[in-house]
């Protein structure tokens, strides 16, 4: 007869010598490991809480400025590093990780509204109420050594003087010319004392402008007659315009999708267009109780981080109705400018208290580097989370999120209100002749009109 | 496809060409009908085993962001599993055992000397005796991982032993009756059921609790995922007890009597009870009641026993047979005859049944599915010792049996599963290891709501209560009205001809005898009396009372 029986050799399964790893075995057939999916369930459960007991997003702050953060301004060549600019007139050069100024700029006579920085990311552009438009000129980071402590106050480049006061300005993604905003649209060029050309629609106030940094050479602006105009600089006259019920803030264009964009409104929405389609929003971001002030979207294209008027930072995804995420802290005032950082993982946002705060894009990430083990169960973790949590418990734990009275109770008023508005109309509309209160969709309703 | 083909020859690019081909060919056809071989279509079938659950079909959804993440997830199971096919096939360390017996030789007729003769020094080892005759039949237990064995003599005594190095870790005379022993979660700790009450030891035979709720118990079961420790006992109470907290989840009374068959369902931690009538009735702690009860044998059970995938279940009573179930479809499957009463039924990690009864033990090979006419392997016990408990060794081909003249153990080739995995089980466990892998089993503990019959259904999305309050509500007044239409239904109209019929009159009767709902409500309760305030008349009163006291009654 044929017999064998199972004999295992000990030195097959267990380690030569102290300083081996231990060997690990695996044999993946269903019937050793029964009842996976509770245990799963478990695993999503205890992660979700463990989320929460490690979500501390708040890493520091940058203070220095002795009036309201107005603008502020990302290197697209160096990640450790913002440049802003307050309502007093001084713009600073900050190196984040240790939290200090590294070069002043002052010069600037009155409010500076908006900054920019070359695509070369060693021009700084900046505009403000004194009808000025000033280059400086951004030092160029030492190795892996802290920049040297900021005592100095460096000079303007150059200083252009302009008619009206300028309220924004943008540099274009690729070449030497940027755009600034106020009374109309100007194109300039770095070595240029007078704009190369100009565009206006409408004689009211152009707010903020942003430059498509997929498509170099098409820009969107904000004016104050509540519409978003865009541009192309191939052509002599403006590309079209969509005009809303409330005034939009900020626009900010998804980088990975060259031709959508999202615009913080007045009505605490913030809404998504595709550029060719003008008529309609592609999706509405409720979740703010006061008017959005500023945004702007992660380099992954996936995420965009919203400040509002109401003393929140709010994280959104590209496609999703709610904020994902809510930062605010007892000391921070109405925020009026918001950065993603270049690689993703901070976020920053400049508000009235004259600090600019640095929090994490993920609240519960550990930060630094990861061992590949660590890095597997985060992985295995965040796949977990996301199989189960469509469940009750997990799904609460997982939406609960701190808000302060204020907010929470206004955020309760503004439904009250938008229910009552919904119930009203549905009354009207099944108490009228059939046909005669249309249903708008809620993408068109806050537009009043699209214009070529 | 042959027109492009021949355009893109033309054009002078035929490898250009091929990968077309290639490339059409792979998106047309399923994964399983394209390119693999013989050897890997024997990949494909092993592969199956690793899908859980059917396919969703995409056909029928709307949301196209939605069809296509379910498409995605598709094909990401079937590469996950086709993976987890090669893994089996090329990199599990060992193999099984077999049997094979030559010419005219059959299996059952092959004893344990002639194996043990054939085998290697270090498996011929693992086939021993431990003679202890005084101290009564013994009850054996194997830790998870194989590795301890713990026995315990009716008489009150009590070891654990490493027997692969036949080492005694511990030996301890309690003094009382004990008629059953498990391991807990690991080696450090065991329970055993003594005369009243049920002591938890330590490793080093200290007797760490005496668990005073749980009396006169006859059988222990362990459920290591939940860290919950269950008995029965005389009077028929199936009590849960967390041996990780320490508090008694729930008591069940099984009110079916004296119950001393149970055994734990590894599928899905439900626990089946033998009864004396001849029943099976199956437990969670979270019913008061059975979830399933299932008459077996024309007589009490004396034995229970369910395969590793939950999928059948071994009974034997005293009527002589050996039945097995579908527990999925509740169904018989087969029965065998055993000429005395099986004492004990087992089935290893393989699918090999062992039924002692008496002082003989039989072995069927692949006997759950079909039936077998004869077994695998056969075995005696010298001295003709009656068979108390046996109990196969995890991740080994040795089946343990404990008998009146103390502890044997026999091998049995092809019954263990060759390969163990780490995270579950790890015979070479170092001190290390153990404490990691206690943490991490309390870190994913279950608790005792999740046991239920099908444990496919946690994570799945219920319908919302709401939802069913509304149905439920529907579906009540849609019964009342009919109820009440039926109790109401109009007497046939008298046709009065005394001057008093005019037409307008009857159509008006006739409506109103279309009662409504609460009208038949009220209609019952006057019927039946029941809550109904009865009008007492003044002149009922008044008779109540004498005449002569009639000026003293209240108007």
């Known amino acids: 007869m044929k017999v064998k029986v199972i004999s295992r050799s000990e030195d097959d399964f267990t380690r030569e010598r102290r300083q081996d790893l231990q060997k690990v075995f695996r044999n993946l057939d269903p019937s050793l490991h029964p009842q996976e999916k509770a245990h799963e369930y478990v695993r999503a459960l205890n992660a979700v809480k463990l989320e929460k007991v490690f979500a501390k997003p708040f890493l520091g702050a940058l203070s220095g400025h002795t009036d309201s953060v107005s603008s502020m301004a990302k290197s697209p060549r160096r990640l450790n590093c913002i440049i802003s600019g307050s309502m007093d007139g001084e713009i600073r050069l900050w190196d984040i990780a240790y939290r200090r100024t590294i070069c002043h700029y002052s010069g600037h006579k009155g409010p500076v509204r908006g900054v920019a920085v070359s695509s070369g990311g060693d021009r700084l552009v900046s505009c403000g109420d004194d009808c000025t438009v000033r280059l400086w000129h951004i030092p160029t980071s030492t190795g892996g050594e802290p920049s040297s402590v900021g005592n100095d106050v460096a000079e303007p480049v150059a200083t252009y003087q302009g008619k009206n006061a300028f309220r924004g300005v943008d540099h274009r993604w690729s ?60 052509m002599s006259t403006p590309l079209r315009k969509v005009v809303m019920q409330t005034r939009t803030n900020s626009v900010a264009w998804n980088p990975r999708e060259a031709l959508n964009f999202t615009a913080a409104n007045e009505d605490c929405n913030c809404y998504s267009y595709d550029m060719r389609k003008l008529g309609f929003a592609t999706c509405i971001h409720k979740d703010h109780v006061s008017a959005v002030m500023d945004i702007d979207y992660s380099p992954t294209g996936r995420e965009f981080v919203t400040g509002s008027y109401d003393r929140t930072v709010r994280i959104f995804t ?39 705060r640095l929090w994490k894009a993920q609240a519960a990430e550990q930060l630094g580097v990861l061992l590949p083990r660590e890095k597997k169960k985060h992985a295995y973790l965040k796949a977990v989370k996301e199989r189960f949590k469509h469940l009750p418990e997990i799904k609460r734990i997982d939406r609960h999120r701190h808000l302060p009275k204020p907010i929470y109770k206004a955020d309760k008023l503004r439904q009250t209100l938008i229910e009552a508005e919904r119930k009203k109309e549905h009354r009207k509309r099944a108490h009228s002749a059939p046909g005669s209160v249309p249903l708008i969709p809620a993408r068109r309703k806050r537009i009043v009109t699209e214009l070529e | 496809m042959a027109i492009d083909l021949q355009k893109q020859k033309a054009a002078g690019n035929e490898k250009g060409a091929q990968q077309q081909l290639l490339h059409r060919k792979r998106k047309a056809t399923e994964i399983e009908q394209s390119e693999y071989g013989k050897d890997e279509s024997q990949g494909l079938i092993q592969a199956k085993k690793y899908i859980r659950g059917d396919k969703v079909s995409v056909k029928g959804i709307v949301d196209k962001k939605l069809k296509g993440q379910l498409r995605t997830k598709e094909r990401l199971f ?21 049997l094979e017996p030559d010419g005219i030789e059959k299996t059952w007729n092959l004893t344990q000397e002639s194996i043990v003769r054939e085998v290697d020094i270090s498996s011929s080892k693992k086939s021993f005796d431990l003679k202890l005759p005084d101290l009564g039949p013994y009850a054996i237990d194997f830790t998870s991982s194989g590795r301890f064995l713990l026995l315990g003599g009716r008489k009150g005594h009590l070891a654990i032993l490493d027997w692969k190095e036949a080492r005694l870790l511990t030996e301890i005379q309690v003094r009382e009756t004990t008629r059953d022993v498990k391991f807990l979660h690991n080696e450090l700790f065991f329970a055993a059921a003594q005369k009243k009450y049920v002591y938890i030891y330590d490793k080093k035979g200290v007797e760490i609790h005496c668990l005073k709720s749980h009396l006169c118990p006859l059988k222990l079961e362990y459920l290591p995922h939940h860290f919950l420790l269950t008995t029965i006992d005389k009077a028929g109470i199936l009590r849960y007890q967390d041996t990780s907290t320490g508090h008694m989840v729930v008591q069940h009374r099984t009110r079916l009597g004296r119950c001393g068959v149970m055994r734990v369902n590894p599928y899905n931690a439900v626990m089946g009870l033998g009864h004396s009538n001849g029943t099976v009735t199956m437990w969670s702690p979270n019913m008061d009641t059975p979830l399933m009860s299932l008459l077996c044998h024309r007589g009490p059970l004396t034995a229970l026993a369910f395969d590793a995938g939950g999928q059948q279940m071994v009974t034997a009573g005293t009527d002589g047979k050996v039945k097995v179930f579908d527990v999925r479809k509740l169904q018989p499957l087969h029965s065998y005859f055993s000429p005395t009463v099986a004492r004990s039924v087992e089935i290893s990690q393989k699918g090999l049944l062992a039924v002692a009864s008496g002082s003989g033990i039989e072995i069927w090979k692949d006997a759950l599915v079909t039936k077998q006419p004869k077994p695998y ?49 790890n015979p070479y466990e170092t001190r290390k290891q153990r404490r990691e892998a206690e943490v991490h089993a309390l870190l994913n503990k279950l608790q005792p709501e999740m046991i239920v019959l099908d444990p496919d259904r946690i994570g799945t ?95």
């Open chain 2, 377 to 425: 392997m056969k075995h005696r016990l010298l001295q003709g010792s009656q068979v108390q408990d046996i109990c196969y060794c995890p991740y080994e081909d040795v089946l343990g049996i404990g008998h009146e003249q103390g502890f044997s153990s026999i091998l049995v080739p092809g019954s263990g599963e060759p390969n163990y995995d780490t995270f579950v089980a």
């Open chain 1, 318 to 356: 590209y496609n999703g109705g709610h904020s994902r995420e809510v930062y605010h802290a007892k000391r921070m005032q109405r925020v009026f400018c918001v950065k993603f950082s270049g690689d993703a993982t901070y976020v920053l946002s400049g508000s009235d208290d004259t600090n600019i």
């Open chain 2, 461 to 555: 999305i219920q319908r919302s209560a709401i939802e069913n309050k509304r149905e439920k509500q529907i579906v009540a007044k849609e019964a009342n009205l009919a109820g009440a239409i039926a109790s109401g239904k109009p007497v046939p109209l008298k046709k009065k001809t005394k001057g008093r019929n005019k037409s307008s009159k009857r159509h008006k009767k006739k409506q109103d005898n279309i009662i409504s709902e609460r009208r038949a409500v009220i209609k019952q309760q006057v019927n039946s009396g029941a809550n109904f305030v009865e009008l007492k008349t003044p002149k009922a009163q008044e008779e109540a009372l004498p005449r002569a006291l009639a000026r003293f009654s209240s108007k």
């Open chain 1, 175 to 234: 070449s030497n010319i940027f755009a600034t905003v106020g009374a109309q649209v100007d194109i300039w060029d770095h070595n240029r004392s007078e704009p190369i050309s100009s565009f206006s629609w409408g004689t009211d106030t152009v707010i903020s402008v942003r430059f498509n940094p997929a498509e170099p050479d098409v820009l969107a602006t904000t004016a104050s007659d509540r519409s978003i105009c865009l541009y192309d600089l191939r």
């Open chain 2, 78 to 98: 079937v590469e996950s599993a086709l993976n987890a096919a090669k893994v089996e096939q090329w990199l599990l360390p060992s193999e099984g055992g077999y």
